[in-house]
Structures are given as C-alpha cells and as structure tokens.
C-alpha cells in the first residue's frame, strides 16, 4: 500500500522564495501547492486539503498574522499546522507570530541544508 506524499501549501508573494522552496520541498518528495497572496490561499483551500501551511507574514493583501487568525478560527482549518516562514527576526517577532495561531517558525534567509527536515519534523515525521 503507498501512501500519499504531504501536501504543503506555500503562501508567499515572492516568486523567487516560492520557486526556492518548491525546489526543495518537490526534491525531497512533497506535494506544493502555491499560493502568491492571502486571497489566492483561500481560494486554494476550497479545493486542497494541505498537511501543512507556509506561511509568510509580510504580504501587500492580508498579512500572514490575519490569515492565520482566520484559518485558525475556521473550523474546517483549525487543526492543519500552520509554520510561519518569515524575515521577521527582530525581539519579539517570534512569539508574536505563535500569538497570531502559528504552530512554528522558521526565520529566512532558509537553510536549504536543514529546511526538509524542519518541514518533517512539523509534520510529524509523515512523509
């Protein structure tokens, strides 16, 4: 029996992170589902069920905080792990982006070196 490689929906308005992170999460076997502002991700989750969210806090529609918020409050989303993955790094950005409803964080610059088996370890280890 096979079983299905996670999908991972990937909120970012930066076509080069997106292009960055989808290289390296489609190496190592998952399914990406892209999505280039907060209004495309909900549109994706009329039709996706993700395993996990990435998402970006700095976006020009609705940043991530408010997304989140609202995936999180939405019964049908609540339980998927949203990870934010951020620039954010000053004090506090952090916890403020755990008090926003994220499940994670992962600050860029990416480590290409460690980010698939931080994406594992949010998962889970599913894979």
């Given at each position: 029996m096979t079983s299905r490689s996670p999908t991972i929906l990937?909120?970012?308005d930066n076509p080069d992170n997106r292009t960055l992170v989808r290289r390296i999460?489609?190496?190592e076997g998952f399914q990406v589902v892209?999505?280039?502002s907060a209004s495309h991700a909900v549109q994706a989750l009329q039709s996706v069920r993700p395993d996990l969210i990435l998402m970006d806090i700095n976006m020009p529609d609705m940043d991530g905080y408010t997304l989140t918020g609202r995936l999180k409050r939405d019964p049908r989303m609540h339980t998927i792990p949203i990870i934010a993955l951020t620039a954010?790094?000053?004090?506090g950005d952090r916890e403020r982006t755990l008090d926003a409803g994220c499940d994670g964080y992962i600050q860029k610059p990416i480590d290409v070196d460690t980010f698939s088996s931080q994406i594992n370890q949010f998962l889970?280890?599913?894979q």
């Open positions: 990937y909120v970012e999460l489609m190496a892209e999505a280039e954010n790094v000053m004090k889970g280890g599913r």
